[in-house]
């Protein structure tokens, strides 16, 4: 059974870093894109960052740039997010997500807080 478990959110004061894992088990298939994602209440879901699993590219949402970097560890089958400098509006519930070719997959999503 293929699944996603997000951990490391939590409260943070503004100002502060977190890093996020995703823990990626059941594929039997290599996903070749990964990515997360939030969603703070009565918004959408929005990308933070994607990376293609064969390292070729990575994006960002314009408001995580210069502010996060996603990345991996294939031996461990976990992605990161790693967030620094968070604000406030940062305040979401923060999903992974991984996209194969036999479809899309989300994790149950972890909490990040950003307050003081």
């Known amino acids: 059974q293929v699944q996603l478990v997000e951990s490391g959110g939590g409260l943070v004061q503004p100002g502060g870093s977190l890093r996020l894992s995703c823990a990626a088990s059941?594929?039997?298939?290599?996903?070749?894109?990964m990515s997360w994602y939030r969603q703070a209440p009565g918004k959408e879901r929005e990308l933070v960052a994607s990376?293609?699993?064969?390292?070729?590219?990575?994006n960002y949402a314009d408001s995580m740039k210069g502010r996060s970097t996603i990345s991996r560890d294939n031996a461990k089958n976990t992605v990161y997010l790693e967030m620094n400098k968070l604000k406030p509006e940062d305040t979401a519930v923060y999903y992974c997500?991984?996209?194969?070719?036999?479809?899309?997959?989300w994790g149950q999503g972890t909490q990040v807080t950003v307050s003081s």
């Open positions: 990376m293609a699993t064969d390292g070729s590219s990575q």
């Open positions: 059941g594929f039997t298939f290599i996903p070749y894109v």
């Open positions: 997500k991984a996209r194969t070719i036999r479809g899309i997959y």
